[in-house]
């Protein structure tokens, strides 16, 4: 299988490919020209479907077992449609209407032609002059009996389900069910509550049997831990008995559920999702930047889910990723401003910064920052350190990567780090000489930021030889204890910014949440530091900066803010 | 309790892998002789199986579990089996099976086949055994029953109880084996 990325562009050396070959085929009456062949869930050509050609002509098919990116199982039937094909006569040749267009034939069933025929839009090519009727009676009462018939064994629990809101079942009923049923006789009960994983709890009466899940851990992620046992309506996703549901994309079953039967053991029962606030963001959990959709109230994250951009990680996350919000909102949060360890305010600590730092004698200051900050409040670190002379770094954070998404690089931003030039090709490399230079006494004030510098050769004893530590962070540790001057910072959610990825993707996220107490967003003081102590940046909005930014750095090629959209554009490093 | 596969068994299995074009469709095979075996699909039996097809064990026990031929549990020494199709139906089957059901203390109304805890009756409604001209019939492990009445139940039950249960997962069970479902 291939990885759910999109396979690497075409080199610009390469001749531009030739135009693809196209279908023409109608789409409830309107004429669409498609492409003969489409990607299929593994980004290969295949022959264009019914349901492809349908969405080409702005026509979306109800479906449930069908997703772009797995493979095509066909089992829902919720995209049947009727369709029709031209009549070719005993000569081989296209019979015609008095009007000289083409005869259609509809599809009808072999041994009754007075009923049409549905086909599944998902699985069945399309072929020259096809007709799709995707809204014709036939159609419609096709759906509706798939309907029903799914309808029958689901408990209708919508009330108490997590899904409400966003289920498909939930929405093709408003769209093509009835308000009545008709079934009198006594449901199948199904296990209820399954514990399926560490963080996967499976209501298999919900279940309307689409196999998604099983695809994904089988096809996407190599797991083949799931199963339908059972048979007939007594059919039932499990992994096997005592076997449990463990690999680090479980969760992204729950987004692939059409229904409520998958839940994430960490939202179930805590949000309606309509209350929900939905922003676009970037994952800081590694290099990768998956892209994100963080889902928040009144100030309060409640989850993420993966934000589909095939340039990075197609529809998925990992979980880990996916569950690294809890800390944003931790008691211990640093929410004040502290000066000499007493409570401050922002405008006496950064008079007091400014102050020392304008009047510090070159190389007497060092910065350490941190690959998880921004490219921007990197830019602004790097334009302080060139007026102070500063020596400048960044701290490596490696893991175990895996074959999807995880990569071995753990900083969201470590492109940006060496971009903006605040670290160098191996990030580290200059931590020992600012060690020696605090130890020496030539480095007389240090600069950190979302970095405990303790773990990293900087000790207590060391910083206490300091005539001034300014530390931003968010959360305490040794090294914030030991600061002058500590300026409490703002997390991913809580700002807007940029990161580049560590394949070059530069990508824009945006504010979910404020920052609490007094936490800023780095960029603000950043900014009212920069400008006061290294001349003014002639912008006071971030978009300013980011322009401003990519004019200088050479690599960003220039690129406005406005040009970077929501799935980011891959720079050419 | 230690699963082991004797060698002639393994040996005749890993032949049997030679037959097919890909390992995975022996599995049906390997269900049937290791029931045959060991008179139920035992857990163990289901991730043998799957380690020696190189398969996920959830594949294995998703064939497991849609084919009402294997059993997941030990049977009855003595396992009735009642037709439940059309004519044994109008002839008075779902009594007889109410019958043995209520006489050896079984729900008459469980989906699944139920085994006595003595180990020394399975009763089981099962679709037609195909002997529809002497409704009702019963299957009682390889003996055909024809026309059974609420006497000859009687006896069948009065016959099996002679007989020592099986004790739970050691014994294998004859004529456990996949006989007509």
């Known amino acids: ?573 | 309790m230690s699963f082991s596969v004797p060698a002639p068994l393994e040996a005749r299995l890993d032949e049997l892998v030679t037959h097919y074009p890909v390992k995975r469709s022996a599995s049906l095979m390997f269900l049937h002789a290791l029931q045959e075996h060991f008179g139920y699909v035992s857990r163990e039996a289901v991730e043998w199986t799957a380690a020696k097809l190189g398969l996920q064990p959830i594949n294995v026990y998703e064939l497991v579990t849609f084919y009402p031929m294997f059993r997941q549990e030990p049977l009855g020494t003595t396992h009735v089996k009642v037709c439940r199709t059309l004519s044994c139906a109008l002839a008075g089957s779902a009594a007889l099976r109410e019958q043995f059901c209520k006489k050896l203390g079984l729900d008459s109304h469980a989906h699944a086949p139920q085994t006595t805890p003595d180990g020394k009756f399975t009763v089981e409604f099962v679709e037609c055994l195909a002997a529809c001209g002497s409704a009702p019939v019963v299957l009682v492990n390889e003996d055909l029953h024809e026309r059974v009445t609420a006497q000859a139940a009687e006896k069948i039950l009065s016959e099996g109880s002679r007989l020592e249960g099986a004790a739970k997962g050691k014994t294998p069970v004859k004529g456990a084996s996949g006989a007509a479902s």
């Open chain 1, 1 to 573: 299988m291939s990885a759910p990325v999109t396979p690497p562009a075409t080199a610009a050396t390469q001749a531009a490919p030739p135009p693809p070959e196209t279908v023409t085929v109608k789409v409830n009456g309107k004429t669409v020209q498609v492409p003969k062949t489409m990607p299929n869930w593994q980004g290969k050509p295949e022959a264009t479907t019914m349901l492809q050609a349908a969405r080409c002509a702005g026509v979306d098919i109800p479906h449930y077992c069908y997703h772009d990116k797995l493979p095509v199982a066909g089992n829902c039937r919720m995209c049947l449609v009727e369709f029709g094909t031209p009549m070719i006569g005993p000569d081989r040749k296209p019979v015609l209407n008095e009007d000289g267009s083409p005869k259609i034939a509809r599809s009808v069933l072999p041994y009754e032609p007075g009923t049409p025929r549905g086909a599944i839009a998902c699985a069945t090519p399309i072929s020259p002059g096809m007709e799709i009727y995707a809204d014709s009676p036939a159609t419609k009462q096709m759906r509706e009996a798939v309907l029903e018939s799914l309808l029958i064994n689901h408990p209708l629990d919508c009330p108490i389900c997590d899904q409400a809101g966003e289920c498909k079942l939930q929405e093709y009923s408003v769209q093509h069910g009835q308000a009545e049923s008709r079934f009198v006789e006594a449901k199948v009960h199904k296990p209820k509550a399954v514990d399926l994983g560490p963080r996967i709890i499976l209501d298999d009466e919900r279940c309307v049997l689409c196999t998604r899940c099983i695809r994904f851990t089988k096809d996407i992620v190599n797991d083949d831990a799931l199963g339908i046992v059972n048979r007939g309506s007594y059919n039932t996703i499990s992994a096997f008995p005592g076997k449990t549901f463990d690999n680090n994309y479980t969760l992204n079953t729950v987004d692939l559920c059409p229904v409520g039967a998958l839940t994430s053991k960490d939202f179930r029962f805590k949000m309606r999702v309509w209350f929900l606030k939905e922003t676009a963001s970037v994952c800081t959990t590694c290099g990768t930047g998956c892209n994100t959709t963080i889902g928040s109230r009144e100030g309060v994250v409640h989850r993420l889910e993966p934000r589909a951009n095939d340039a990075v990680n197609g529809p998925w996350m990992c979980d880990t990723g996916r569950l690294n919000y809890k800390w944003i909102a931790r008691a211990d949060r640093l929410k004040e401003v502290r000066v000499g360890g007493r409570k401050s305010t922002w405008s006496t600590a950064l008079r007091e910064i400014t102050a020392k730092l304008s009047t510090a004698p070159a190389g007497s200051v060092a910065i350490v920052a941190s690959a998880r900050q921004t490219n921007e409040e990197l830019f602004l670190l790097k334009r302080l350190a060139t007026k102070l002379g500063a020596i400048t770094d960044s701290i490596a954070r490696e893991g175990e990567p895996d074959r999807l998404l995880v990569s071995g690089d753990r900083n969201p931003n470590s492109t940006g780090a060496r971009l903006t030039g605040v670290s160098f090709t191996e990030a580290g490399i200059q931590l020992p000489k600012i060690a020696a230079g605090i130890a020496s006494g030539t480095i007389r004030s240090l600069i950190v930021f979302g970095e405990d510098v303790t773990q990293h050769g900087i000790d207590a004893s060391l910083l206490a030889k300091l005539d001034m530590l300014v530390v931003s962070d968010i959360l305490p540790n040794a090294t914030t204890e030991a600061a002058t001057h500590l300026l409490p910072g703002a997390a991913a959610p809580e700002k807007r910014g940029t990161f580049v990825n560590v394949k070059g993707r530069l990508q824009k996220f945006h504010k979910a949440v404020e920052a609490p107490g007094d936490a800023r967003p780095e960029i603000e003081f950043l900014q009212e530091l920069a400008d006061a102590v290294a001349g003014p940046t002639g912008t006071s909005t971030i978009e300013g900066l980011f322009n401003r930014m990519t004019a200088d750095i050479p690599a960003f090629g220039g690129v406005q803010w406005s040009a970077v959209g929501d799935t980011g554009v891959t720079l050419s490093l």
